[in-house]
């Protein structure tokens, strides 16, 4: 447990190191984000043709309300989470590879709902708005990796040194 607890401290410190550089955020997470909207507003279009994209911003082009996704409103943290702890728990490289990928895809398929709920409640209600994106969605997201990392433990195969898990 504490090797756990020290390994997955120090990917968490390298990853956001790594995550806030210049050059990450111009060249990895700023296209990411801007993938973000775009796919967010496709998704809208199935049902909705008044909104657009621009880089990372959503807007209604009924009412012009719109939404910037920000960092830390991408996902991106609640993946470096995710692989912080991943990695640092003692298990076949392949089975880290699926946990991510699975991980990753659980998370932004969340993000993007929360996106979009977003996009319409600041159009109906700015309150709402405002505790959903600082409250109730931002724990959600960090739940859900913190969900998919509980099913990926009780889904590796277990080692000798590997205490069982019990419920």
């Excluded at 719109?66 to 392949?94: D, K, S, Y």
């Excluded at 405002?130 to 969900?147: G, K, P, R, S």
Aim: include cysteine; proline fraction near 3%; charge should be neutral.
């Amino acid at each position: 447990m504490t090797r756990f607890l020290i390994v997955f401290m120090l990917l968490l410190l390298s990853l956001f190191t790594i995550e806030n550089m210049n050059i990450v955020q111009e060249k990895a997470i700023d296209p990411f984000t801007t993938a973000l909207a775009t796919t967010s507003v496709f998704i809208i279009e199935a049902f909705d043709d008044n909104v657009v994209s621009r880089g990372r911003v959503l807007r209604s082009t009924e009412n012009g309300f719109a939404v910037e996704i920000q960092a830390g409103c991408n996902g991106v943290e609640a993946v470096i989470i995710l692989v912080a702890a991943l990695f640092a728990f003692p298990a076949p490289f392949r089975y880290k590879l699926v946990g991510l990928a699975i991980g990753i895809f659980a998370i932004q398929a969340l993000n993007l709902v929360r996106i979009i709920s977003l996009f319409y409640l600041g159009q109906w209600n700015m309150t709402a708005f405002e505790w959903f994106h600082l409250y109730l969605w931002q724990a959600l997201i960090i739940l859900d990796a913190l969900v998919v990392w509980l099913i990926w433990l009780r889904r590796i195969p277990r080692t000798e040194s590997q205490p069982a898990l019990t419920a």
